[in-house]
T-cell receptor, first 113, second 113 residues
Framework: AQSVSQHNHHVILSEAASLELGCNYSYGGTVNLFWYVQYPGQHLQLLLKYFSGDPLVKGIKGFEAEFIKSKFSFNLRKPSVQWSDTAEYFCAVTSNSGYALNFGKGTSLLVTP | KAGVTQTPRYLIKTRGQQVTLSCSPISGHRSVSWYQQTPGQGLQFLFEYFSETQRNKGNFPGRFSGRQFSNSRSEMNVSTLELGDSALYLC????????????FGPGTRLTVT
């Protein structure tokens, strides 16, 4: 069955710490990969996406993610987090045969001052 | 450009009733998808419409239905409400049939008592 796994459910970091959130997927064939963020009280926003090409993709607010096909992974990174990065982060996948986003369970990130 | 709008934002219904939620996509977007978000199950795909046709459907009972109008606006209906239907219902729009990039609205918070 197709699935998306996010390994860390809750992460607490101090400001300026580096962030890496894991995402693995179980899909056959070509995939499209996304990271969405949901800030407290706000709607889901697209952070970054990978469709093809350079496996290192850069998104908004200094986030980046690397697609490693051999590991079925699409980990999210940020070199130095800020308090305003406190949010819930979702990894999601679509396949080229369908447009429904299959989401991971999400990772709740708390950045302390 | 205005974002995806959803009405109402909050709704309280009694078990056994039915409910209709509305979504207006971003201007020019023709694809609309619906998702259910709960603490236990996370984000789950309900269905997707393009040009008034349902193209994909998630694993939900027949009590959940939807439709799309010629102006791309969409409605979803849940009949015979159950307590477990309490959730945040999210609508997302995409620019075209082949686009995997989805933009989310703020959601409708449905509480079933």
């Amino acid at each position: 069955a197709q699935s998306v796994s996010q390994h860390n459910h809750h992460v607490i970091l101090s400001e300026a710490a580096s962030l890496e959130l894991g995402c693995n997927y179980s899909y056959g064939g070509t995939v499209n990969l996304f990271w969405y963020v949901q800030y407290p009280g706000q709607h889901l926003q697209l952070l970054l996406k990978y469709f093809s090409g350079d496996p290192l993709v850069k998104g908004i607010k200094g986030f980046e993610a690397e697609f490693i096909k051999s590991k079925f992974s699409f980990n999210l990174r940020k070199p130095s987090v800020q308090w305003s990065d406190t949010a819930e982060y979702f990894c999601a996948v679509t396949s080229n045969s369908g447009y429904a986003l299959n989401f991971g369970k999400g990772t709740s990130l708390l950045v302390t001052p | 450009k205005a974002g995806v709008t959803q009405t109402p934002r909050y709704l309280i219904k009694t078990r056994g009733q039915q409910v209709t939620l509305s979504c207006s996509p971003i201007s020019g977007h023709r694809s609309v998808s619906w998702y259910q978000q709960t603490p236990g199950q996370g984000l789950q795909f309900l269905f997707e419409y393009f040009s008034e046709t349902q193209r994909n459907k998630g694993n939900f009972p027949g009590r959940f239905s939807g439709r799309q109008f010629s102006n791309s606006r969409s409605e979803m209906n849940v009949s015979t409400l159950e307590l477990g239907d309490s959730a945040l219902y999210l609508c997302a729009s995409s620019p075209s049939q082949g686009s995997h990039e989805q933009y989310f609205g703020p959601g409708t918070r449905l509480t079933v008592t």
